[in-house]
C-alpha cells in the first residue's frame, strides 16, 4: 500500500518561501509521475505541477514563476517549494500521485498539510 | 473561475440516481479524458473515476462516468448516505496548459 506522508512548516510569514516534501511509502518513485495540489479554504482543488523521476517538471502557469517542483530518487521523495508568498496562499497542500500510464488523474493523495501565511 | 462548470448542488434520496455535469470548452473537455473525484469533509479528494470512465480498483461500480462532446457525466446509482460529499471533475486544458478541477457539486442524500 503505498502512503505519502507529508512533512514541513505549517506556518509561514507573508514574503518568505514554503517549503514542503512528500516522501513515497511503501513504493517506488520511479514509476510514476508525481504532483502537488492545494485547496484554499472553502475552495475547490488547485493543481500546482508535476514531477518525474528524471527531474523533469513543470508547473501550473498561474504559479510558474513562483514554483519548484523537484525530486529525489535516493530518498523516494519529491518537494515544493513556493516563494513570495502571500495570505492568497493559505490552504491545505497534498502531494499525489499521477495514475499510469494514462498520466490524466491523482489515484492516490497525502493526507494534506494546512499551511497557514501569516502576514 | 474554473473553466469547467458543474452545477453548484445536487440531491436524492436512498436508492436514487443522481447525475452530475461538467461542461467545459473544446480546447479541455472536448480535446483530454476527464476524472472524476469525491471528497469528505475534512478529507483528501479521492479519485472516482479517470480517463472518462474507468474505475480505480475499490471504487463501486455505483459510480459511473461518460464524455460526450464538449461535456462529462458522473452517475451515482443507488444513492447511499455515505456518498453526501463534494464531487469535482478535472481535465487537462491544452489552451491554458494546465490541469483544471470543476467548480465542484455538492451532493446531499435527502
Known amino acids: 500500500q503505498v502512503l505519502l506522508p507529508e512533512s514541513g512548516p505549517r506556518l509561514v510569514t507573508s514574503s518568505e518561501t514554503l517549503s514542503l516534501t512528500c516522501t513515497v511509502s511503501g513504493g517506488s518513485i520511479d514509476t510514476h509521475y508525481w504532483s502537488w495540489i492545494r485547496q484554499a479554504p472553502g475552495k475547490g482543488p488547485e493543481w500546482m505541477g508535476y514531477v518525474y523521476r528524471s527531474g523533469n517538471s513543470d508547473s501550473s502557469p498561474s504559479l510558474k514563476s513562483r514554483v519548484t517542483i523537484s525530486v529525489d530518487t535516493s530518498r523516494n521523495q519529491f518537494s515544493l517549494r513556493l516563494t513570495s508568498v502571500t495570505a492568497a496562499d493559505t490552504a491545505v497542500y497534498y502531494c499525489?500521485?499521477?495514475?499510469?500510464?494514462?498520466?490524466?488523474?491523482?489515484?492516490?493523495w497525502g493526507q494534506g498539510t494546512f499551511v497557514t501565511v501569516s502576514t | 473561475q474554473s473553466v469547467l462548470t458543474q452545477p453548484p448542488s445536487a440531491s436524492g434520496t436512498p436508492g436514487q440516481r443522481v447525475t452530475i455535469s461538467c461542461s467545459g470548452g473544446?480546447?479541455?473537455?472536448?480535446?483530454?479524458?476527464v476524472s472524476w473525484y469525491q471528497q469528505l469533509p475534512g478529507t483528501a479528494p479521492k479519485l472516482l473515476i479517470y480517463?472518462?470512465?474507468q474505475r480505480p480498483t475499490g471504487v463501486p461500480d455505483r459510480f459511473s462516468g461518460s464524455k460526450s462532446g464538449t461535456s462529462a457525466s458522473l452517475a451515482i446509482s443507488g444513492l447511499q448516505s455515505d456518498d453526501e460529499a463534494d464531487y469535482y471533475c478535472?481535465?487537462?486544458?491544452?489552451?491554458?496548459?494546465?490541469?483544471?478541477f470543476g467548480t465542484g457539486t455538492k451532493v446531499t442524500v435527502l
Open positions: 480517463s472518462n470512465s
Open positions: 478535472a481535465a487537462w486544458d491544452e489552451s491554458l496548459n494546465d490541469y483544471v
Open positions: 473544446s480546447s479541455i473537455i472536448g480535446s483530454s479524458t
Open positions: 499525489a500521485r499521477v495514475v499510469a500510464p494514462t498520466n490524466d488523474a491523482f489515484d492516490i
